[in-house]
């Protein structure tokens, strides 16, 4: 499939989403920067999230335990402080034509996706928690847009359930799933990046990986692993209040991130198999051809006590000595010559 001019899938280059998120904590400016980083570090798009606090929280609702930490306890008041307008985002969205990075943004609601539209998104990114929110998931097939739907916390019921809403309602051919494990940040030994080829296997569908952990090698392992896309959490300031800056990459990690999985993409290569034009050289002098172990007279025949092979190539090589031996030499020849086949009849 394609993201705006870019093919997204598996031979693809892997696409890679900077998560801005909401570490612009509600400042414009702040997420400008973001952008301008994201665009800097090499990302094929920067992500934010679209939401109205009072719809996607209820009053009572708390914050999980990685948000605790951050003295962050009603999750209402703390996402009420991460809200960008609509005129925020027209501006966001203007910059990243300028930066010319693709401008994504995650909605939490059929209302989120309302506001989201008009700013000519290229694709839609659906969070791990909305797997089972079958009103937004329908609306968002509506779009007829790519969709990015990452993994996290749910069972695999859930995710076939969602899988054949997808196909029912239309986007079951421009999908991509993430994998993701839904731990802020994730020890690198809960990554289980196995699990992005087990998507791919169970669904038939192009998938990658939502990026928690705090490493900047994880891109590339994934993109080892089969990943066709990644996310990561990228901050301005990791020490800043907000929820996520803890877990997120600062400026030259986002950087180092991306250059190790264009570096693991050169390393994967195109997969085909066979001789290839910079192997010649070493071809050429560490193959074997056929020579003689001592001086052997005009007319002797060839048996293979008297040969033996030796490097360089460029001579008759071992898997012709069937075709060697009885043969006749038509010349004389001192030890170690390299047999041609023109010396033989």
Known sequence: MRIGD????????????????VNHDGSRADALRLVDVAAEAGADAVKFQIFRAAELATAAATTATYQRAAGHRSQRKMLTRLELSDEDFAAIRAYCRRRSIEFLATPFTPADLDRLEPLDVRAIKIASTDVDNAPLLRRACQAGLPLIVSTGASTTAELRRMVLWLRTWGAGARAILLHCV??????????????????????????????????TETGAWAVLAGACA?????????????????????????????????????????????????????????RKSAV?????????????????????????????????????????????????????R
């Open 182 to 215: 839904s731990c802020y940040p994730t020890p690198l030994e809960a990554a289980n990046l196995r699990a992005i080829q087990a998507l791919r296997d169970a669904f038939a569908l192009p998938c990658g990986y939502s990026d928690h952990t705090r490493s």
């Open 6 to 21: 870019r093919l997204v899938g598996p031979g693809a280059p892997a696409y890679i989403i900077a998560e801005a998120g």
């Open 230 to 286: 990644l996310e990561k959490h990228f901050t301005l300031d990791r020490t800043a209040s907000g929820p996520d800056h803890a877990l997120s990459l600062t400026p030259p990690e986002l950087g180092q991130y991306i250059t190790a999985v264009r570096r693991a993409e050169l390393a994967l290569g195109t997969g085909t198999v066979g001789l290839t034009e910079l192997e010649f050289d070493v071809r050429a002098v560490a």
């Open 292 to 344: 003689t172990r001592r001086p052997l007279k005009a007319g002797t025949a060839l048996a293979e006590d008297v040969l033996a092979f030796k490097r360089p190539g460029g001579g008759i090589p071992p898997d012709q000595l069937r075709h060697v031996i009885g043969r006749r030499l038509t010349v004389a020849v001192p030890a170690d010559t390299m047999l041609t086949w023109d010396m033989l």
